[in-house]
């Protein structure tokens, strides 16, 4: 196995891949991805890497449908390497009590992060691995999402039955099997007819063009259309978004039409995304994903101040796409090898859910950073080992009960603008952003908050 990561250099567990049961994790690299379609001479040569039997044909699992749900829940996690489904009986039942107790949105790809290759060779296919993943996300009262990424050898350069996971998350499918990508889409919405959401590739891999130092989203756009136009001929109920772009910003960057105190975006950015909206077949939501942090100074102004990127994002999702829903696949606010307490890191977490929130964003998928090891794991939602909760859960459990997509936000008066509020008709959160104990009165009551603490509050009828 070739030890690799991925993109983000924000602090999180690294984007592992999975070459099927009981094959140890990968894990990939940071950096900017690299253009690999046959536009591009830049293409990394496939060395054969790890051969990926087809599994035994078996029928597909018959799968619980999702829990009846008043509103949408808005907040979910997104399984990597490591969830539930293949760990000790004690640690699945903890975590399925957790992920189930306020069913929430829980999203899997189809190809590395805990799945292996799912057709290794053209119409041989392999699902054990996401037939696992999907039984405990029905298990665990989830409203599954599917994001289609990445894509088998075979479609981009590689050797059909063999899986070079060094190569997988940088490269996309040669255009001339885009075709074949969708018919992969079709045989999964059809293995999995309680998945009615979908996103489409994730943080544009493989689509970048280093001789034009910009985003390929013409290649993109091209594969998102084949892929909406198969998935709605299975079912018109399904729901499909992208372009599932990560969305950066500098300190000190180039002129963009989006900056604040916050940053400046990387304009190349925004022209992929018009881009994709302006030539895409249709989309029932747009989704992006990003970091707090610059790429050259990090959090600015500082850790709290900077979820305002968020917010700006948001808004201007909503006005160049005409009000489509905003979903948010991934985001990050601390930086590496930070020196943060649980409690800070708690604390920017909370008052970035608020500013989800509070800008309307309808969904926000947390990339868990979930272990196989028992004792600390900063961010994770549970346990390792015994599958005791952790912080984080408790966290999206709360905002997932109290702040689903449909709920009215309302305004409360707070007497000290150092302490963040979110507030519906019968609960409010609460949270401090300072490292120092305070008091101040909210929405008519004194209150006295810890270091970094998050409080909830009842408020009106129960």
């Not at 001929?233 to 039409?257: A, R, T």
């Not at 409080?455 to 009106?460: E, I």
């Amino acid at each position: 196995m070739i030890p690799t990561d991925g993109r983000h250099a924000r602090r999180r567990s690294p984007w592992p891949i999975a070459v099927g049961a009981g094959v140890l994790a990968v894990l990939l690299v940071a950096g900017i991805m690299v253009y690999a379609s046959m536009r591009s001479a830049s293409r990394p040569e496939f060395s054969g890497g790890e051969a990926a039997k087809p599994a035994p044909s078996e029928p597909a699992p018959s799968l619980e449908p999702p829990p009846p749900v008043d509103d949408w829940p808005r907040w979910g996690v997104t399984h990597t390497q490591y969830s539930a489904d293949n760990a000790a009986e004690q640690v699945r039942e903890a975590a399925e009590g957790i992920l189930g107790r306020v069913p929430m949105l829980q999203n899997q790809h189809i190809m590395g992060w805990g799945a292996g290759n799912p057709e290794p060779s053209q119409g041989q296919y392999n699902f054990r691995d996401l037939n696992r993943r999907l039984e405990f996300m029905a298990s665990s009262r989830a409203l599954p999402i599917i994001t289609l990424c990445c894509a088998p050898d075979w479609m981009k350069g590689g050797r059909a039955g063999y899986t070079d996971w060094s190569k997988n998350h940088t490269v996309a499918p040669d255009p001339e099997h885009f075709d074949d990508y969708a018919k992969l889409a079709v045989k999964v919405a059809k293995q999995y007819p309680t998945v009615k959401h979908y996103m489409v590739w994730n943080e544009f891999k493989g689509f970048w063009n280093p001789a034009t130092n910009r985003w390929d989203a013409e290649g993109y756009t091209e594969l998102y259309n084949k892929v909406y136009d198969a998935l709605k001929k299975v079912d018109p109920e399904i729901q499909v978004g992208g372009p599932y772009v990560p969305i950066d910003s500098y300190q000190s960057g180039p002129p963009s039409e989006l900056s604040g105190t916050y940053g400046t975006i990387d304009q190349r950015t925004l022209d992929a995304i018009e881009y994709w909206i302006e030539h895409k077949k249709g989309a029932d939501f747009i989704v992006v994903d990003g970091a707090t942090l610059t790429k050259d100074k990090g959090n600015i102004p500082d850790d709290f101040a900077a979820t305002a990127k968020f917010s700006a994002i948001t808004a201007w999702l909503k006005e160049k796409s005409g009000n489509m829903p905003v979903w948010w696949a991934e985001w990050y606010v601390e930086p590496e090898s930070s020196d943060w307490t649980e409690d800070k890191r708690m604390a920017v977490q909370a008052a970035t859910l608020m500013e989800f929130a509070r800008t309307g964003v309808t969904t926000a998928l947390y990339w868990s950073p979930q272990t196989k090891n028992p004792g600390p794991c900063a961010g994770c939602l549970w346990d390792g080992g015994s599958g005791a909760e952790l912080p984080m859960a408790g966290l999206l459990s709360g905002f997932t009960k109290w702040f689903p997509a449909g709920v009215p936000i309302e305004q409360v008066e707070v007497s000290d603008q150092r302490v963040k509020v979110l507030a519906q008709a019968r609960q409010m959160v609460m949270v401090n952003t300072t490292d120092a104990a305070l008091t101040a009165t909210v929405d008519g009551k004194q209150v006295t908050l810890k270091p970094y603490e998050i409080q909830w509050s009842g408020r009106g009828a129960t």
